[in-house]
C-alpha cells in the first residue's frame, strides 16, 4: 500500500507482523578491506535489541548500511518486511527510521528550533507543531531552555535533544549509536527511561552501545560482534547472569558460538 504525505513524499506502509529490521547476510567494505562478513540480525517491532561488541568489530559500518548510508556488496536490509537495501537514507527516514548518532544538532539553533526543524519535513504545520509541543512535555530540562542555543546545552541535555527529535519524528525503528558515550550515569539513566517511553510509545529499538550492563538494562535481547561476524545472540537476561561470558565476549573470546 502506498500512502502519500505532502507534496514529495510517497512512502510506503509496513507489512504487518513484519519484523520491524531485518539484516540478511550482509557483507560490506572499505575499498579492498571487507569489514562485515555475512552480517544478519532481527528487531521485531515493539522489541529493544542491543549490538554489543568491541571497538573495531564494525558495529557502527552496520548501522551505516541500516541506514543507507554505506552500500552492502551483499546482504539485504528490510525495514517493516519491506526490502529497502536500495532506498536512500531520506526514504527509509520516511518510512519510519530514526537513527540517533552522536549528539548532532544545529548549536546557533534555538532548542525548539532544532526540533521544529526536523518536524518541517513533515510538511503538515499543525501536526508539527503538536510534535514538538509533545517532545517538549517528555523533557522537561529541555522545555526550561527551548529558547537556548543548542550549543549551549551540556552533553546530557544535547543526547536528550537528540532523542527529542526522534519523538517528534514518531519512529518505528530507533537506531541508536553509543549514547552513553561520556555522559554521567545520573544522565544515562535519565535517558534510558525516555528510551524506554519511546518503546512504549510503539517504537522498535536497536542499540549499539560500548556499555554491556548500560545496554543490558535496557533491551530484551542482544547481539555480539566479533570481526565484522555475529558470533553470539541471546536475551538480555541469560547473559545478563552470565558475566563471563559477556565478558570474554567482549573481549573477543568465542564463548557461546551462534548455532
Ligand atoms: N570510512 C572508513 N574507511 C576505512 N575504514 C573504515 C572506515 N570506517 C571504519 N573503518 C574501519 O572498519 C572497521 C570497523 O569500524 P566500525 O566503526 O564499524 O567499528 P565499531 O565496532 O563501530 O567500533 P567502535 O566500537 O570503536 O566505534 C574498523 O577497522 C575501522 O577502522
Known amino acids: ?16 507482523g513484519a519484523p520491524a529490521l531485518e539484516v540478511s547476510g550482509v557483507q560490506c567494505s572499505y575499498g579492498q578491506v571487507q569489514v562485515l562478513f555475512d552480517a544478519s540480525l532481527r528487531v521485531d517491532q515493539g522489541e529493544m535489541v542491543a549490538l554489543l561488541g568491541p571497538n573495531g568489530v564494525g558495529k ?10 554505506l552500500a552492502p556488496d551483499a546482504g539485504t536490509v528490510a525495514l517493516g518486511g519491506l526490502d529497502v537495501t536500495r532506498w ?6 520516511e518510512h519510519g527510521l530514526c537513527q540517533v548518532v552522536g549528539q548532532s544538532t544545529f548549536g546557533s539553533l534555538s532548542v525548539e528550533e532544532n ?9 503538515d504545520r499543525e501536526w508539527a507543531r503538536e510534535a514538538v509541543d509533545a517532545a517538549l512535555a517528555v523533557f522537561p530540562r529541555l522545555e526550561a531552555r527551548s529558547a537556548q542555543p543548542a550549543s549551549t546545552l551540556s552533553g546530557g541535555e544535547r543526547q536528550m535533544l537528540a532523542l527529542a527529535k526522534s519523538i517528534v519524528q514518531s519512529p518505528r525503528l530507533l537506531v541508536i549509536d553509543e ?21 512504549e510509545r510503539g517504537a522498535a529499538v536497536l542499540v549499539v552501545e560500548q556499555s554491556v550492563n548500560v545496554a543490558l538494562s535496557l533491551v530484551d535481547r542482544a547481539y555480539v560482534m566479533e570481526k565484522g561476524r555475529i558470533v553470539a545472540e541471546d536475551a538480555a537476561a541469560a ?17 557461546g558460538e551462534r548455532p
Open 179 to 199: 549514547f552513553s558515550l561520556g555522559l554521567a550515569p545520573v544522565v544515562v539513566g535519565g535517558l534510558l527511561d525516555l528510551v524506554r517511553r519511546l518503546n
Open 88 to 93: 536512500s537514507t531520506r526514504e527509509r527516514i
Open 1 to 16: 500500500m502506498l500512502l502519500s504525505r505532502g507534496r514529495e513524499r510517497v512512502v510506503t506502509a509496513p507489512v504487518a
Open 60 to 69: 557502527s559500518t552496520l548501522l551505516k548500511v541500516i541506514g543507507g548510508l
Open 239 to 255: 547473559l545478563h547472569a552470565d558475566p563471563e561470558r559477556v565478558h570474554a565476549l567482549m573481549l573477543g573470546g568465542h564463548v
Open 115 to 123: 526540533l521544529r526543524m526536523h518536524a518541517y519535513g513533515a510538511q
